[in-house]
């Protein structure tokens, strides 16, 4: 470590490289049945099926009359076929009238159409006078009835697994009847933030300290990305408490998060430790910013130290961890962020080549088209530009930079 310390990174891994490494070493958390009210934003671990055909029946697709489609041939506004009202159907109503030859049943939206009935002719087309219905276009059979197993047929698989679940499929299971699934257990994670610099919200800003934002960041982006900290603290810049945190988080933690001492300082003891106790995965990643970033196994636990700069803390996050928790969960979208395409509004030069570079942008529309613009509050302390950015472009390892007008994909901030 302090030949480390001497000369710096002596090699940077790739993002890539990293990552496959990583997920190597990432299991699929055991599942859980859960009452379907409470699945919003939970991974479905188990492929769903429906049990009923939806509709379950034939039904009227608008309010009208059932009738048989073969009595309406013919009928025109000057020319209206005629047949005799002979009942009323509400929806949800049982039924037990079948329609005959010259007669119509009046029908609302939804109900089931009654034995016997072909079509439905909507009010608009009809004229009602004393219990007789005059039809005043021609219908062919089927016209405005939702079959049986329309939206969804029996057996047939309706979501599948690693579905992150969202108020249209909690909707899309209550509708089936479904009252029990199963999902992925919530991976639990401890977060600690370390430096003597550090004190915390609420308390006096005393000379030569700043407040901990990295804590209330990362809490806040774990639970976006599904997980749930169950412990945090902030630690001094101690080695032996923050070794004993690493033994005490790892009993009930399935993910652990350091923020600050992974570089090559003399009081960046995270790297010392993790050598010692754990077995490092990568420590130094080729992207700009974030580049100190340090993975490790310790025992059952995945153990990750990200930069103590808010913004490289960020972006680690964005690239590594939440990922991570998203692939224990057996979600199949690991990276949930939209992306757009858009237009770069000016040239942005990279200073160093080899490294995944993250640009901060902000999106506006200008003459009909989305415009990437570079935020100019560019350092990794900075935490404004991330409040004043709405996405990132990642700028590739070897590419020079970009140009005005260049077409790229940004990457907007999960929400």
């Not at 636990?301 to 972006?315: E, I």
Request: glycine fraction near 8%.
């Amino acid at each position: 470590m302090d030949r480390l310390r001497k000369i710096g990174f002596a090699k940077l891994t790739s993002l890539e490289d990293s990552l496959k490494n990583l997920f190597s070493h990432v299991s699929i958390l055991p599942s859980e049945e859960i009452h379907v009210f409470q699945s919003l934003n939970r991974i479905l671990a188990e492929d769903i099926f429906s049990k009923i055909d939806v509709p379950p029946f034939d039904r009227s697709a608008m309010d009208g009359y059932a009738i048989r489609a073969e009595d309406s041939f013919g009928a025109s506004p000057t020319n209206p076929k005629i047949l005799k009202l002979v009942g009323k159907i509400e929806i949800g109503q049982k039924i037990e009238q079948e329609l005959h030859e010259g007669e119509a049943i009046r029908i609302s939206t939804g109900a089931a159409i009654p034995k016997g009935a072909s079509a439905v002719i909507k009010i608009e087309d009809t004229e009602l006078k004393e219990n007789i219905v005059y039809l005043h276009a021609p219908l062919v059979p089927g016209k405005n009835i939702s079959r049986k197993g329309e939206d969804i047929i029996k057996d047939s698989i309706i979501l599948s697994k690693g579905t992150e679940l969202k108020a249209e499929h909690v909707a899309l299971l209550c509708s089936l009847g479904i009252e029990k699934i199963k999902v992925s257990t919530i991976p639990t994670v401890s977060v600690f933030s370390t430096g003597d610099e550090l004190i915390e919200v609420g308390e006096p800003l005393e000379p030569n300290k700043i407040y901990n934002s990295n804590t209330p960041m990362l809490i806040s982006l774990v639970k976006l990305y599904g997980g749930k900290v169950i412990h945090h603290a902030t630690l001094k810049d101690d080695k032996e408490l923050i070794r004993k945190s690493l033994h005490e988080a790892s009993n009930n933690s399935r993910v652990i998060i350091f923020t600050g001492g992974t570089s090559v300082g003399s009081q960046d003891f995270l790297p010392e430790i993790m050598h010692e106790e754990a077995n490092v995965l990568t420590h130094g990643i080729a992207m700009r910013p974030g580049s100190p970033l340090l993975i490790a196994l310790f025992k059952e636990s995945l153990v990750f130290c990200l930069p103590g700069t808010p913004v490289a803390a960020y972006v680690g996050f964005l690239k590594v961890i939440g990922p991570t928790l998203r692939k224990m969960m057996g979600c199949s979208k690991i990276d949930p962020r939209i992306e757009l395409l858009a237009k770069m509004s000016k040239d942005v030069p990279v200073s160093t080549l080899g490294h995944l570079n993250y640009l901060r942008v902000k999106i506006k529309r200008e003459d009909g088209d989305l415009v990437a613009i570079p935020v100019k509050l560019k350092g990794s302390g900075i935490i404004s530009s991330l409040t004043q950015s709405d996405g990132i472009i990642e700028i590739p390892p070897f590419q020079e930079g970009l140009k005005k007008g260049e077409k790229v994909f940004v990457k907007l901030f999960p929400k």
